[in-house]
């Protein structure tokens, strides 16, 4: 009966009413029968008037039409809490966790909604949490008279309250996201959830993080949030059952986008974040460990530009002396905010060789998971450092040799690990075309990293892939955007060619279909015959035409099994020698093209 | 010009039927890298990225592990080649018909040496297309070469590129209507989107 008698009076009177009213029915909770469920009369008292409060704010504007109900409005909030503890005290030692976190959780979502950004009210409420868990725990322990656990997460929460918990803990994150990091007592109420309902709070604060696009102030702040959401980032253990609900790839995505939002003014923090990343992804276990720390690649990367840009724009950072890279400083805030004057005349910019290091390791750390991978990210390296070569500027750095350095590594790496078949072309045709794009190696240096490529290319399995990459490399000895000094060895070129013709000639014979190689092999004739590479005459690319003419003619006339095959090859071709026509009246290359013979 | 703009986004919120009077729309995007490197397509392209509107979804390869459903719910064609970071299930190549159109894709990396477009035009001639469509620079182009066009759609996330210095996040669309073509080039300019647009038109073997 007084359950519903309270309700009644609830939902009967407007919500005017009970702002007058509100102390004296707060006064009566606590002295109803245990059964009455006052959770329930609470919250939805609370509703009410969150929602009271909210609507008078869009009308109003400002609740100072009236002084009582800017008055109760600024005491709601410690009137229900004064509620609360009175019930607690009312049900004495029959009050169990559940009930104190399902209360709490209750004048939480009253405080977000109606004093949002109120944090020590937030704090409050996890204060009382814990107090109460860290008591239960001590009767508990005097009650089995076992010691006192020593860790907050040795004291375990039945399933109901870790339920509730679990709940409480994700309500602030929507809306304060990391700065929850800035609460007493968040971290610790995490510890004494569960693994499987951490990792879950995690996914769920990662996901705040993504959707606000905050980001961590400081070391000290990534650190911790790092140890919050260390069930997101490590495999699943092995006794762990997999109830598969865990999904990787969404915790791989939301913790590779947290990698992305670390960023600092100060560009010697930003690197410090993203060590501290990579200590704590390194960890992740051999499954995940190739994604995760991609991300961090990229995003030092990006850092080498930020580094180039900020010196193009001739600023000095205001850092400290550049910290060794294995200890994660947490000083590095406080000494970056009370650096002594002086300090800022001798302090150095952090350096892109630096990062580059930290880069390679990563790296290197990767390639046993993925090796292919590995490959790729090291090329990608090189050409980033490669950009960096700028013969205008008196920068005194030297990258040409890091870039050497990282393409040995990625030439290595291809020689040691990478021996399926499709995985060893795709890794030589990213190897070819970035050794292309370099412009700042030496040539002698140049020189042997080509002839080892064209080597790779002449070993992989399939003779069809044997020819286009024989044929790719073909680009590598005779560079065309390369200079007057530039390394240039036309005749090696043409080796690469006719070795090719070779291997297109014994594919032929196999499967017609792979008559296309002979047409690919002619647009290179061209093109270098084009390019005035001065041993590929026009006596080779005449020659080429007549012989892909009478292929073709052979099999069209043989009624081929690869017809599509070859009709596609031949479409090509049609369209080629309409392009050499086309050149032939063209006014700079018709002197040139007119010596071929078709 | 305005009058352009704001006749174009009158265009986009239109209902289906006045769509049909711009021929059929064919999105081009791709070198997203989603997460590897970058986070998710900005705010105001998404928001342009309506599903139903277009016929076709061309992505040049490099989705990442997220986007690949968000892009097929986009169209009833959607058509990715490989990339050079995962995706080794998609082909290398592609050709697409759309109106009198042969459109042709690559990712662009195999294609040497890169940002060359005498390179692109022996690929363009291997896949026997009147357009073709490439990404890996992260820079978007609308070129015309030998009477045919290579189009690039940039990276529409504005990922990081080795090959690049400074990225603008950016994507195509192609209104195609039997034989002419009106090429809308989208960027993301200090926040703001910017829209660009080319013209041509099919003659017998050729472009113009």
Redesign the interface.
Known sequence: AQAYLIDCIIQVFPDEYHIETLSILLAVCPKLRDKVNIRTILQSLMDRLATYYAEEELLDGELDTNEVKKSVFNDSFPMFEHCVQNVYNARGPKLTSKEVIRLQTALLKFSLKCYPGNMEQVNRCLGTCITFIRQAAQVGALANQTTLPEEDGAFELDEASVVELEKMLSIPLDSLALKVLQLDHYSDLLRFLPWENRRDVSMTMLGAI?SSGDTPNTVKELEELFSIISPVIKDPEEDEEDDGMRDS?EE??LV??LV??LHHHDLNVTHEMLVVARNHLSESGENRESHLL??VV?AS??LV?LIQTKKGEGQKEEITEPKEEETPATEGESTTEDAPKHKKATSTPLGCRKVFVFIQTTITMLAKSNAE?AV?LFL??A??SD?LLDPSSDDKEDFTQITHELLVQAFFLHEEEINEP?SQR?CV??M??AL??CKSLTNQDYESLVTKSAQYAAKLLKKEDQCEMVT?CS?LFY???KGENGYSNPQRTLECLQRSLKLADASTVASPGSV?LF??LL?HYV?FFEHNNPVITEAYVTGLIALIKEHLESYKATGSAASVAVA?AD??FQ??LN?IK?KQTDSKLADRFKLIQM | SPYFFFFFFFFWNNSFHTMANFGELVLVLGDL????????IPEKFRRMLVPGKMQHVICTGNVG??QYEDLRELAPNLHVVQG??GG?SFPETRVVQVGQFRIGVIHG??V???K?H?AL??MR??L?VDILISGHTHKNEVVEH?GHFHINPGSITGA?S??T?DVTPSFVLLAVQSDKVVCYVYELIKGEVEVSKTEFSKKADHLL
Request: with cysteine; aromatic share 8%.
């Open positions: 993504d790839q791989i995505n590779s986008k992305h939002l991609v991300p990229f990367l990006g530009n991978l790729k990608h390296a050409l980033a950009a499709k795709r045709v990213n070819v075309a292309l794009a790719m680009h560079p065309i955007h296309y047409v690919d647009e093109y596609n479409a090509q369209q080629l392009d086309r | 890298h989603i997460p590897h490197r970058a986070n998710a592990t997220e050079d970071f080794e990396h195999q040497i040496p890169w060359s005498e035009a022996r001639r291997k026997c030998d990081y080795s090959i210095r």
